[in-house]
């Protein structure tokens, strides 16, 4: 069973930047498609970036809105995934959910193929 643990958000105001994190705990993160979603107040959850197998040395995959300015990334040591997240913008506010999937996933998929999501950790960019 992989279990995903967001240790937190936080809050910064506006061209800052913020790091998340997602501990993966059994499995190899390496060994597993991850994404980043997230959900602002009144909207559905959107991709974020989305990461294909590491041990494959398959690419990532960032939506419209972030591109350029978050970047996903792994540390292998401490099996962990990051998100860093530079020149936020107030439309950045929302709960960012860690996901994972052992199966194949393509880009940023659909919600529905990732079987295994952390508990979310809360962003709040201020103007």
């Known amino acids: 069973q992989v279990h995903l643990v967001e240790p937190g958000g936080g809050s910064v105001q506006a061209g800052g930047s913020l790091r998340l994190s997602c501990v993966v705990d059994?499995?190899?993160?390496?060994?597993?498609?991850m994404a980043w979603f997230r959900q602002a107040p009144g909207k559905e959850r959107e991709g974020v970036a989305a990461?294909?197998?590491?041990?494959?040395?398959?690419?990532?995959t960032y939506g419209n809105s972030v591109k350029g300015r978050f970047t996903i990334s792994q540390d292998n040591a401490k099996n962990t995934l990051y998100l860093q997240m530079n020149s936020l913008k107030p439309e950045d506010t929302g709960m960012y959910y860690c996901?994972?999937?052992?199966?194949?996933?393509?880009?940023?998929?659909?919600?529905?193929?990732?079987?295994?999501w952390g508990q979310g950790t809360q962003v709040t960019v201020s103007s």
């Open positions: 059994g499995y190899n993160e390496r060994s597993l498609y």
């Open positions: 990461r294909g197998r590491a041990d494959a040395g398959d690419d990532s």
């Open positions: 996901a994972a999937s052992i199966g194949w996933v393509s880009g940023l998929g659909p919600q529905s193929q990732y079987n295994f």
